[in-house]
């Protein structure tokens, strides 16, 4: 207690003011800070107004993100400045900010100094209410999302920076997406003599200039950064547009709106960031805003839902009644809803195909853009120009990866505004000729069944020089927690090979029954099995191809690294999600979760195929049915007794349309997104395009 000076009571009650500390090392930087000017008028009307500048700033409790620790912070300095309650001398706004800490659940600390100004200043020479957020860095490459400094609605940031070298600063279009849609600026790279700009996270470089001594360990550093119309620039000082060091005019195809901003710096040092924000009046009338952003958020989720349910169906059409009622859009509603496909329409994501129709559109904006047309019939092709290898998705990122594999393209949709329409992509791939087409997953059940079979029946009787069909798409990896050789993960792709004399390479479970005074469970199944060899000769070859050079790039990683670039301009990320982001989980008999390192493999020198973080190819059975597939003891069970790799949603009614069709070769490839069944999203694009690479290496080498 010898360094408290004062302890409270009544209704301060549990406040401590300490003694002035001579040393103040074991202080940390504040987390935020706000300044303003205030006016002290004094009785004697003769006597000149006391003008000071107040800064508050402030502590934080270990929990709670930034957005969390600006909100308390704002809420804070707007209870403490609100006219009902606004003291009247200095005392009482000791006082009441010393009252407001308490009731606070974030703040940790606040301190309060006070530099009177003098001179006359005119009230539109004030300076505006400012905030300002920290942010702390550690010595090591990981970025730090800043949600609380927003930047979707500007075209520059200005802000402060105390670091060794190497400080990074990220500007993307998607929060936590650093690589597909990413500006990264780092300033005092190579031992802080280099400063950069570049494409993406550690992407191709665009810009550099020679900045020797830039940044400094002890001092803080003034930069800012300007986007505006297209043109990234960066310079010193605190005043935009002037001592500009890096420039550079971005392309149409990399152009997009920068929504996120996060920083970083290296194994240089740790750093400290400030950014500045002027805060408004607008600012503090917080239920209003929280009403708006709760407004706007939810219809952000109608739009995406809306967009989902057309991504669904396509390539059939939906009424609008329907998408509105899937997306819970009330009556009084319809016309924001409305409006809002009208702007999808816009983007060419959708297109009102007659009044009150809308279908979900391929945009065709990618590197190597493609022709997408509606027609009424399609085309008559010759014979020289039939395909001969189908290939089947049930997603749209499905369609958009096995298109991006496809050279020369052209899409065709027929639709019908009552029954089923197609959509077909002609083109090349290798010295094939090659037909992709995605079926409609608006219905469910026997009825979807029915429109998937007649669907696949109509592709082959309209191809039918078809020789080779491929179901390429998502599915759920089966993992092995303890043999690397039987782990599936995921970003794996998983190829349908047979494992025993029976040739199956597919297996749909319908029943399954307990078996009595036991364990264990019996299971009814239907299997399909390719009599033509073709496809899985192929693949064996590319397996020892690969095994006999497990150094070597395997053939479908330069089918993936082109797909990634020609999709860049698509709305979804097809990029890989951070390893960090594949998290194993075991079920144990107690029902208890524990989290489970995945196996790696045994020798120093890793094991054929496989590159960490990268795609690994995988030999096995395909499974589905409901039952089996997402319960977990039984997903084992199953998995186990038939050489199961991985399970996807309920393919069989697509083989059995083959079947009657008298396919008699085929294959099914499956990216691993989940561990289920493939319904889970976040992995979604980047499996697709995985599965996608895989096909186009195997169509090549047929």
Known sequence: MSEVHFVGGGPYKGILINRIADDMENVTPPQARVEFLTYLHKRDPTKDTIKDL?????????????????????????????????????IGFVKRALVLVQKSQLIRRVELEVEEREGLFPDDDLPA????????????????????????????????????GEAYLS?????????????????????????????????????????????????????????????????????????????????????????????????MGKGQWEFAEILEERD?????????????????????????????????????????????????????????????????????????????????HEINYHDVKLVSEFPLLSSREQPVVAIITA???????????????????????????????????????????????????????????NSVTRMLGTFNKVEHVLLVGVGGAVPHFTDYSKHVRLGDVVVSVPQDSSGSQYIH?????????TMGYSYLTRTWASRDQTLLSTVKSIRQQVEMRPYNDRPWDAFLEEGKDILKGDESSFHRPPIHRDKLFLTKPDG??????????????????????????????????????RAEDLRRDFAQMNCVKAFDTDYFP??????????????????????????KKEWRPYAALAAAAVMKAIVVQL
């Open 54 to 90: 107040w800064e508050l700033k402030f502590w934080f409790y270990g929990r709670g993100d930034g957005l969390s620790r600006k909100k308390a912070f704002t809420e804070y300095f707007q209870e403490l400045i609100s006219a009902k309650n606004l003291p009247k001398n200095y």
């Open 129 to 164: 209410i400012k905030s300002f957020v920290s942010v702390f860095t550690p010595d090591a490459y990981c970025y730090q999302h800043v949600p609380e400094v927003p930047v979707n609605n500007k075209t520059f940031i200005t802000f402060k920076i105390k670091a060794a």
């Open 171 to 267: 500007l993307s279009a998607v929060y936590g997406d650093l690589e597909r849609k990413t500006y990264e600026i780092v300033l005092g790279a190579e031992e802080n003599s280099k400063s950069l700009i570049r494409d993406s996270s550690l992407g191709p470089i665009k810009a550099e200039a020679h900045t020797v001594n830039l940044l400094s360990e002890e001092d803080f550093r003034y930069f800012w950064i300007s986007w505006e119309n297209h043109e990234l620039q960066v310079g010193r000082g605190p005043k935009q547009g002037y001592q500009q060091f890096l420039r550079w005019k971005i392309p149409p195809n990399r152009q997009f709106n920068v929504n996120c901003l996060a920083v970083s710096t290296s194994r």
């Open 284 to 364: 503090f009338q917080k239920e209003v805003k929280r009403a708006k952003m709760k407004l706007s958020l939810l219809w952000i989720a109608k739009k995406q839902r809306m967009l989902q349910l057309l991504e669904d169906a396509y390539p059939d059409p939906l009424p609008v009644d329907f998408i509105f009622k899937k997306s819970v859009v009330k009556q009084s509603d319809n016309i924001t809803a409305a409006v809002m496909l009208k702007d999808l329409q816009k983007k060419g994501l959708v297109k009102e195909v007659e009044h009150g129709i809308w279908i979900r559109m391929q945009t065709g």
């Open 395 to 453: 997603l749209f990122e499905e369609k958009l990866a096995v298109d991006a594999m496809i050279e020369n393209k052209r899409t065709f949709i027929k639709y019908k505004t009552e029954g089923e329409s197609q959509v077909y992509t002609l083109g090349r791939i290798g010295q094939y000729l090659v037909v992709s087409t995605k079926l409609s997953r608006k219905g469910e059940g026997e009825a979807a069944h029915i429109a998937s079979e």
């Open 509 to 517: 479970c319908q029943k399954v029954e307990k078996i009595p005074n």
């Open 592 to 629: 208890s979760i524990v989290q489970c390192n995945h196996p790696r493999p045994r020798s120093m020198y890793g094991a054929p195929g496989f590159k960490e973080g990268q795609v690994t190819l995988r030999y096995g059975l395909i499974g589905s049915g409901k039952i089996v597939a």
């Open 654 to 679: 697509v083989l059995e349309s083959m079947e009657g069709s008298g396919n008699t070769s085929f294959l099914v490839i499956r990216g691993c997104c989940d561990y289920i069944d493939g319904t």
